[in-house]
């Protein structure tokens, strides 16, 4: 069976074509908009929350498009262990939603950052991550104003000890060190998955580098994991 | 009807780089004494009900879920009954 996609268009969302675009001409799978007035998945295995600027990014980043139809449904869906990647605002949207723990703060640069950023993966078990190998180092581009992640330190040991801290921030090499961190994450934390691991938030920006046309290509280990887990 | 006034301010362990920029702005006014400096969001509404007990439900669900994010900000409000337009 084809693993289906769907991608939620909220009003601002500004990654949602490139989404589109990567799924259904790189990997050729099926791909459908979910428009945020909707409710209905229409049957996608896999969600895909996007990156953008979803309302203007009033009040506090994804805090509106979480109340938005769709959402109720991606909570549900989520909820009963359904896959879900929430890219860039997407995260932000996941966090807001309560679907994933803690926050998004301003960089502690006081900048937006936009350029490339190498990543280290741990746990290779989860849905997103079963195509990576211990000793890749991924590279892949960030583009965000609020990235830098925060949580109290008890949810900071639960991830920790859950292995649900999926990509940090490294040096080409794969070190793990501040001084790659881009924003002032906490632990240099890139992405994080529920406990369950079928839900995923991470800052930086895999659809943007799966064509090869584009020089980089190391979003696609992030796809194919997803596809992998449905064919096995 | 009751009018309400909401300010969500940073939890005071949460850094504050707008409030480090904007503090920044101050010292080169010239201010030399302005310390602290914190950004925080104030929002203002009716609430269209007859009681102050349900105007408060409304008010503090309405900060709670919404207007701020328990995680890293707290909020603080003021109710005042006014004349229905």
Known sequence: ?232 | MFKAKVIVKRRPSILDPQGTAVEKGAENLGLKNIKHTRIGKFIEFSVDVNSKEEAKNEVEKYCSKLLANLIMEDFEYTLEEVDAD
Request: hydrophobic residues 35%; glycine residues 10%; aromatic residues 10%.
């Open chain 1, 1 to 232: 069976m084809q693993t289906k996609f769907g991608v939620v268009v909220f009003p601002g969302s500004n990654c949602d074509h490139d989404a589109y675009y990567v799924l259904k001409n790189i990997f050729k799978r099926e791909v459908n908009f979910l428009w945020h007035k909707e409710s209905d998945l229409q049957e996608s295995d896999v969600i895909i929350l996007p990156g953008g600027f979803s309302y203007g990014d009033y009040l506090r980043s994804g805090s509106i498009a979480r109340f938005s139809p769709i959402m109720n449904s991606v909570i549900d869906f989520a909820n009963k262990g359904g896959t879900v990647l929430g890219i860039c605002n997407g995260f932000q949207i996941l966090l807001e939603a309560g679907l994933l723990p803690g926050v998004l703060l301003k960089n502690n640069s006081l900048q937006f950052v936009c350029k490339d950023v190498y990543l280290k993966t741990r746990n290779f078990e989860t849905v997103f991550t079963n195509n990576i190998s211990e000793n890749d180092v991924l590279k892949m581009p960030i583009a965000h104003g609020e990235g830098n992640y925060f949580a109290d330190e008890q949810t900071i040991e639960k991830l920790e000890n859950n292995n649900q801290i999926l990509f940090r921030y490294s040096s080409k090499g794969g070190n793990v060190d501040k001084e790659y961190n881009p924003n002032g994450s906490i632990l240099n934390i890139a992405g994080i998955a529920n406990k369950k691991g079928n839900i995923l938030g991470m800052m930086p920006h895999p659809e943007r580098c799966c064509d090869p046309l584009l020089g980089k290509t190391d979003g696609t280990k992030i796809f194919n994991s997803i596809i992998n887990s449905f064919i096995n």
